[in-house]
């Protein structure tokens, strides 16, 4: 009888200790090298607005094609846009000649003033000597103020010209910026993907109408979703893993970027109203953390949208990280089956 007690015993304890042992080293791994059930692959979304309202003319990409920075995305009638140009033009050199004009007036009124000074200076020497006649030093003075008044009138006109001049200048290169944006073309490399824009279409400076939006690709957010009390060792520059299902049994290498300490849950409206202290029946939000593909993954084109696993290996307890790399493998081997029957 006591023979099978201390078997059964001794099988116990040989069954109990290594499911023990693995618990701990499970258990213990989730802090020192955390996985993440979801990672998702976002993109920055540009809402292209023209900058000038018109018919549009061309539409020269396709969609969903890789587009390049400064490729042509669509363009307008620059008709009007080319005829205000020309107007501005046109009234810019009608002042230009308008000031040199007066510039040549006054320069050639200096010395006519100045030879009618000295006339007047004459004759009043002369008019209290007596040998001269009142009558003339009266003209020689008229004369004066009448050459001075044209020489007033100059400066003035000349000092109109020079403000519309700068008024003109301005007309001009709100009227070449205007014609430049005409041709909308791309602010990075990136794509579209619902293309609705075709030729024929008004398109509107309305900024909240635009004609399209453009998918970034060359700076894409890799987040990776943890429970908040996952994160206590976790440290920007830490190595991670990931594999997207998009490229099934691929491991990518990344490095944290930073832990975006923030939930929609920690957001207080800020109101007259009192603050709602009632229980919180929603779930615990997780945590993102922001991670950066590295080495020759960094080109690795994601998908917006693209989701995935990984995990996070922190500077603690690094032996554990082999585990943890060994399930991320076999995990990420696992995305190459596909389950369904249809």
């Given amino acids: 009888m006591i023979r099978p ?36 692959a976002q ?51 009608g002042l230009g000649d308008q000031l040199k004009n007066a510039a040549a007036k006054k320069e050639a009124l200096g010395p006519r003033i100045e030879l009618a000074k000295k006339r ?24 004066l103020g009448n050459l001075e008044s044209e020489f007033l009138a100059a400066e003035a ?37 619902n293309l609705a824009l075709r030729p024929g279409v008004r398109a509107s400076q309305l900024i909240f109408k635009p004609v399209m939006s453009f998918i970034e690709e060359d700076d894409p957010w890799v987040l990776a979703f943890f429970r908040q009390n996952e994160l206590r060792y976790v440290e920007p520059g830490n190595e991670a893993e990931i594999f997207m299902e998009v490229y099934p049994g691929r491991i990518i290498k990344c490095k944290v970027d930073s832990i975006l300490w923030a939930t929609a849950q920690g957001q207080m409206p800020i109101s007259g109203d009192l603050p709602n202290t009632a229980p919180m029946a929603t779930p615990e939000q997780r945590i993102a953390v922001r991670l ?20 996070i290996y922190t500077e603690h307890v690094k032996f554990l990280h082999i585990i943890r790399k060994v399930f991320v493998r076999v995990s990420a081997k696992l995305d190459w089956f596909v389950a369904k029957l249809h």
């Fill in 120 to 143: 007047v200076e004459q004759f009043t020497a002369l008019a209290a000597t007596g040998a001269g006649k009142r009558a003339d030093l009266e003209q020689a003075q008229s004369d």
């Fill in 43 to 93: 993109n920055y979304v540009i809402p292209i607005v023209p900058r000038v309202t018109g018919q549009v003319t061309e539409v020269p990409i396709e969609p969903n094609r890789p587009i390049k920075k400064g490729d042509v995305l669509f363009k307008i009638d620059p008709v009007p846009f080319e005829a205000t140009v020309k107007a501005a033009e046109a009234t810019l050199r």
């Fill in 292 to 311: 950066l593909l590295e080495g020759k993954d960094k080109a690795l084109f994601l998908a917006a949208g693209a989701r995935g696993h990984g995990a």
């Fill in 157 to 193: 006109t000349e000092s109109q010209a020079r403000a519309q001049i700068t008024k003109s200048q301005a007309d001009l290169v709100n009227a070449r910026y205007d014609l430049e944006g005409t041709t909308h073309l791309a602010p990075a490399n990136g794509r579209v993907a």
């Fill in 5 to 40: 007690l201390r078997t059964l015993v001794f099988l116990l304890i040989v069954v109990t200790i290594p499911v023990i042992a693995l618990a701990c080293i499970i258990l213990f791994m989730n802090i020192v090298a955390p996985s993440a059930s979801e990672v998702r």
